[in-house]
């Protein structure tokens, strides 16, 4: 037998006294009849059954509100302020039920004075989805309560293509908050923001520039690539730093059109990839931005090897191979861009030190010079006997700069049979300027050798403690 559909008001009144009966299943069906009926004295009652202790009762109380629709609108939304959240958050669904009718009341009680209100009215007009809403919505992303302004993020985005012009808009407010919230709407919103923000960064003001790039970034979409790589010769400097953010936050997406900016016309295009893909750090740029070394502009060229040091250890042979290149500039950049590796580069760099051609001995020496990491001494004294006399110059003032860490193993080499070399010993001892060569150095007053006594007499000049017996 089909169940009797009730619609007489005589019923009302009864209906509401068995929402208090004992058995969860009356109180169910009394609910689910009073939405059935929609009268109005049902209001109060179903809002009360919101806070009934079987789910079951709280949900239809909520289905019967929103049939009952317009009337329940104010008492569902001053229940926003129950202290209880599954109170609130059947209000929000009852609301949205209701849908279009309750706009208008749900935009007046964005400006409450209960926070709470404010909040879940923002969450409520997102769940309705009524492009009415996007304008007080926007203004919502001041609201001094945090969560107003996340629930108003939420619902910008869940209104969705409407709401992106005006989000655009709101780029250039005045009000950082304002500004920082539509960024992060317009990332929610997503690739259909992409287009509009790209346009935006032909037309836009330098505030529209700027933060349209920051949301492309968090989008990363690969339609926006071209347009944040054409940012980097935008007049503002928060522009194109933006866009460098932006490139670097997209990652291995942006690697390949980044390498191919290395050779754009523009030099702001080639010198703020080169710093992208530094920062980026893909083993994919290291021969683009080796051969960037050869850019004519001296700011690329430095931007080339910043950016190799920042990649590390990839770099680093294809660099020592370029120590030996034709062109000076490149051997220079390559010797500073393994001078910003350090750590990583020295063994390959202590290896190179027998390459048979002595610019690149130069070369390496001066970089460890530089690095002044305690691995490369041994093979440093070694190159004090280096047949090439800039060599074994290099090699004196690498260990001079690697300083008091040598000085042990350079005191055992005034020994060494070679007069040559310890003239160089002598020469790099006198550069540490360490205290402990004092007594050794006085031995070697009495060399054979009168040459190796003269470097004697200079280093200890050189050393600044004075001697005490």
């Given amino acids: 037998m089909r169940p009797v559909r009730i619609k007489d008001e005589r019923a009302v009144e009864p209906l509401i ?55 329940a609108i104010e008492p569902l939304i001053a229940s926003f302020k129950d202290e209880e959240a599954r109170v609130r958050e059947s209000a929000v669904w009852a609301l949205s039920e209701i849908g279009e009718p309750a706009v208008e009341r749900l935009i007046d009680s964005l400006k409450h004075g209960n926070p709470q209100i404010r ?33 108003a993020v939420f619902s910008l985005r869940e209104i969705g293509l409407q709401s992106i012009a005006p989000l655009i808009a709101a780029l250039k407010d005045e009000d950082v908050r304002i500004r920082e919230h539509a960024v992060w709407a317009l990332m929610e919103i997503g ?16 505030r529209v520039r700027e933060n349209a790039i920051r949301a492309l970034g968090e989008i990363k979409d690969a339609i926006s690539l071209d347009a944040l790589i054409n940012a980097f010769k935008d007049e ?83 660099l020592i191979a370029n120590l030996k290149d034709e062109d000076p500039r490149v051997q220079e950049n390559a010797v500073w861009a393994l001078g910003k590796i350090g750590t990583p580069a020295v063994e390959p760099l202590i290896a190179n ?22 691995r490369a001494i041994e093979p440093l004294i070694t190159s004090l006997r280096d047949e090439d006399s800039r060599v074994r110059e290099n090699a004196v003032w690498a260990l001079g700069k690697i300083g008091s860490s040598a000085v042990e193993l350079l005191i055992t080499s005034l020994k060494d049979n070679n007069i040559y070399f310890r003239i160089n010993v002598v020469a790099a001892l006198g550069k540490i300027k360490d205290t402990r060569a004092i007594e050794p150095l006085i031995a070697a007053l009495h060399d054979e050798d009168s040459r190796v006594r003269k470097n004697v007499a200079w280093a200890l000049g050189e050393i600044s403690a004075p001697y005490s017996s």
């Fill in 17 to 71: 006294a068995a929402l208090k009966d004992a058995d969860p299943q009356v109180r169910q069906n009394a609910v689910e009849a009073l939405g059935k009926i929609k009268d109005i004295r049902a209001i109060e009652p179903l809002i009360t059954a919101l806070k009934d202790n079987d789910s079951d009762v709280r949900w239809n109380a909520i289905w019967a509100l929103g049939e009952i629709a317009i009337p």
């Fill in 119 to 151: 909040w879940h009215a923002a969450e409520t007009l997102g769940e309705i989805k009524d492009v009415r809403a996007i304008e007080p919505l926007i203004g919502a992303l001041k609201d001094e309560d945090s969560r107003v302004r996340e629930n």
């Fill in 191 to 206: 690739t259909p923001a992409v287009d509009p923000l790209v346009t935006a960064l032909k037309f836009g003001d330098i």
């Fill in 236 to 318: 503002n400097t928060r522009v194109r730093e933006n866009a460098v953010a932006a490139l670097w936050r997209m990652g291995e997406l942006a690697v390949d059109p980044l390498i191919s900016a290395l050779k754009h016309e523009d030099f702001n295009i080639r010198y703020k990839a080169a710093e992208t893909l530094g920062k980026i750090k893909n083993a994919r740029a290291v021969e683009p931005l080796i051969a960037a070394l050869r850019d004519e502009d001296t700011r690329m060229r430095e931007n080339a090897v910043w950016a190799l040091g920042k990649i590390g250890t990839p770099a680093v042979e294809p």
């Fill in 353 to 374: 030190l027998k390459d048979e051609d002595h610019r690149v001995r130069e070369h390496v020496i001066e970089i460890l010079g530089k690095i002044k990491d305690a």
